[in-house]
């Protein structure tokens, strides 16, 4: 099976085109385009949504035309048309739906509608190479997946490739959200959630000591607005100089020069760049490890084979070096799996592998955008 996808949910433009064996349990991407609005949106520190809906229209035919191209497949050649439907942002999710349905209508394709959640989880099943000996063919069922990305935090039981649980999920903001407006707090660049990650490098994770929200509950509930709300109040005390500077090394102000791309960091003029160094890294470890204990602890109450990690947080070597370390320490028997970090983002190659797995082809006057699309 031969498959065209698009993705338009949020502020990415993108389209792949996919093909899967039916003896194999792994995708093969032929082609694989994404074109970013991501710097009109880092002039205003988060995604403007009739910004992104107008970066998309003006890519969206140049994308798909690109994947064809690059794939080296004419249009007869594919078998189906696969698109997300939902969540999403309404104005972006209308370019992807209504040109797959156009598409379809012209060239007379099946469409095949997609989660986009569940697309971040069927990246696991991607691979980019031609030559495939690959861990994506070993991954086992029950899996639990941990999806964790800018707009959610979900813990699902996966049964097989068409049987999910939904076991929990944010209450509020989701860990790259929190990461994003912590960033905020500190002037940084969006998205800040790379950037955290970098400068948690420099940091000192035991300076400050934040709050781990719902680490001990006995559900799979995320929360991490407290974390926030924590981070702001330590903030504006070290800008009212409550917090001395005192102790710390002049060295590691030298260090983190340049630790963004373009030179120092935009901080406030009361906070120096090894305090924020260190503020991003205990921010971190305190995402981390309530990302870390929950999953651990389901994975251990289903006694699963294998965890996957899904979305743009899935990236963050620090989560997954961590739950490696955890799962070894427990001398569990669980494999741990990832996306490829250029698959963790969102990208339509991950759409296609999930319509690969389930084929539900539709015709093109029966797809809906549906922003308000959870677990179904």
């Not at 991954?139 to 068409?162: C, Q, R, W």
């Not at 100089?241 to 120092?264: Q, S």
């Not at 006694?303 to 997954?320: D, E, M, P």
């Amino acid at each position: 099976m031969k498959i065209l996808a698009i993705e338009t949910s949020c502020d990415e433009t993108a389209a792949a085109v996919v093909s899967k064996n039916p003896k194999e349990n792994y995708v093969k991407v032929l082609a694989n385009v994404v074109a970013s609005s991501l710097t009109f949106h880092a002039k205003t520190g988060g995604i403007i949504p009739d910004i992104a809906a107008r970066e998309q229209l003006k890519f969206i035919i140049p994308v798909v035309e690109k994947a064809i191209d690059n794939s080296k497949l004419k249009i007869k050649d594919i078998d189906a048309i696969a698109v997300t439907e939902g969540p999403g942002l309404i104005g972006s999710l209308l370019i992807g739906v209504e040109t797959a349905k156009t598409l379809g209508y012209l060239w007379k394709k099946p469409i095949i509608p997609v989660n986009h959640l569940l697309g971040h989880i069927f990246a696991n099943f991607v691979s980019e190479k031609s030559k495939i000996k690959n861990q994506k063919s070993k991954i086992e069922f029950p899996a639990i997946t941990l999806l964790v990305s800018g707009g959610h935090t979900d813990l699902l039981l996966m049964k097989d490739y068409n049987n999910f649980e939904w076991l929990g999920g944010t209450r509020d903001d989701a860990a790259g959200e929190a990461f994003d407006k912590i960033g905020r707090l500190l002037n940084l660049p969006y998205p800040a959630g790379p950037i955290i990650e970098k400068l948690s490098e420099r940091g000192i994770a035991s300076r400050f000591t934040f709050p781990r929200p719902m680490i001990g509950s006995k559900d799979f509930d995320f929360s991490f607005s407290g974390l926030k709300a924590a981070v702001w109040r330590e903030v504006n005390k070290l800008k009212r100089g409550v917090t001395p500077e005192e102790g710390l090394p002049t060295a590691r102000t030298e260090r983190l020069e340049g630790a963004l791309a373009g030179g120092k960091l935009a901080a406030g003029p009361q906070l120096k760049e090894a305090v924020i160094a260190d503020i991003c890294a205990c921010v971190q470890k305190s995402i981390i490890e309530v990302l870390v204990r929950k999953t651990i602890r389901a994975a251990k109450k289903y006694k699963v084979k294998s965890i996957l990690l899904g979305g743009g947080v899935a990236c963050n070597q620090k989560l997954r070096d961590h739950l490696k370390f955890e799962i070894g320490n427990l001398k569990l028997e669980i494999k741990l799996f990832y996306p490829e970090k250029s698959l963790c983002t969102d990208n339509a190659a991950m759409i296609g592998s999930y319509a690969c797995f389930h084929p539900e082809k539709m015709s093109w006057n029966k797809i809906i955008a549906n922003p308000e699309l959870y677990f179904d």
